[in-house]
């Protein structure tokens, strides 16, 4: 088997972040939620295990909208015509990043919840 070069492996997965970035709408919104937590981990000043916690969560949901990209992509690759199989696939994938975005919701509230009530309270 070919191998190929360490650079040219990351060359190709940042082309893959730039394509999805460019063609899907979701994961530009996951990103900018994302960079949005971030700074307000930051200015909150929470614990370092907490921010951990949340680019781990973060990184999970990102990742789980990349596969969900690549596997749509595969899907009308494979079924360009519509077929019951392809909406399951695509449907299911949805699911895996819809239980993740929500888990990631759940962990931002109780994350940041309250040390933000403690700010404005
Ligand atoms: N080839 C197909 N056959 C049957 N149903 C399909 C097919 N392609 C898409 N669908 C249906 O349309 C939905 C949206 O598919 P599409 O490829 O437009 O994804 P999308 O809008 O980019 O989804 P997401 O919001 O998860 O990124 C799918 O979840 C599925 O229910």
Not at 17 to 28: S, V
Request: include cysteine; hydrophobic fraction near 55%.
């Amino acid at each position: 088997m070919k191998r190929t070069p360490l650079r040219q492996s990351f060359v190709h997965a940042f082309s893959g972040m730039w394509q999805a970035w460019r063609h899907e709408r979701n994961l530009r919104i996951h990103v900018v939620v994302a960079v949005t937590v971030c700074g307000l981990a930051g200015w909150l000043q929470i614990p370092p295990r907490d921010g951990a916690i949340l680019v781990l969560t973060i990184a999970l949901v990102i990742s789980a909208e990349l596969f969900n990209t690549s596997l749509e992509v595969i899907v009308d690759l494979v079924s360009p015509e519509r077929h019951e199989l392809a909406k399951t696939a695509k449907d299911v994938a949805a699911a895996a990043v819809l239980v993740l975005a929500i888990a990631a919701v759940i962990v931002g509230l109780l994350i940041l919840g309250p040390p933000l009530y403690g700010r404005f309270a």
